[in-house]
């Protein structure tokens, strides 16, 4: 089964570490979705979006590729690093995916440093994240889907 993530990850790497760790050792084609604004979904049975969050929401950034490159029918999994511990950060990205009668497989979050705003007066916040063992998680989940 062919899968592609694309992703959005900027400011520390968190959510491209993710990445990394399943592809590691899986078949999956990774997709920056500000460097390859025009890469073709078509060809993939399963379809990753991955992303930090920024003010509560997946990126704007990938939600608008996600709205004008997401074929209909696809199996979709998202991905995600936080600072803040709880929120609907999935909204967005969900509503893409309602449109194009896309069937949600999974999803897998977990903490990422943060510095964004306020937190970088702090020193960030979700220091030393994500650990060794979210990156172990990440790939489970993938493995698992």
Do not use: W
């Amino acid at each position: 089964m062919a899968t592609a993530i694309v992703y959005y990850s900027r400011h520390h790497g968190n959510t491209k570490k993710l990445l990394d760790a399943i592809a590691k050792d899986n078949e999956v084609t990774l997709i920056d979705a500000t460097a390859s604004p025009e890469a073709d979904l078509s060809g993939y049975d399963r379809i990753g979006f991955a992303s930090g969050i920024y003010y509560s929401a997946f990126a704007k950034q990938l939600v608008a590729y996600a709205s004008g490159h997401l074929p209909e029918n696809r199996d979709v999994f998202y991905l995600y690093t936080h600072g803040a511990p709880d929120g609907d950060f999935l909204k967005t990205i969900r509503a893409v995916a309602a449109e194009k009668h896309a069937r949600e497989i999974g999803t897998y979050h977990c903490q990422g440093f943060d510095t964004f705003g306020p937190f970088k007066l702090v020193g960030g916040i979700a220091k030393g994240h994500p650990t060794e063992e979210e990156l172990q998680g990440a790939a489970d989940f993938y493995r698992n889907l």
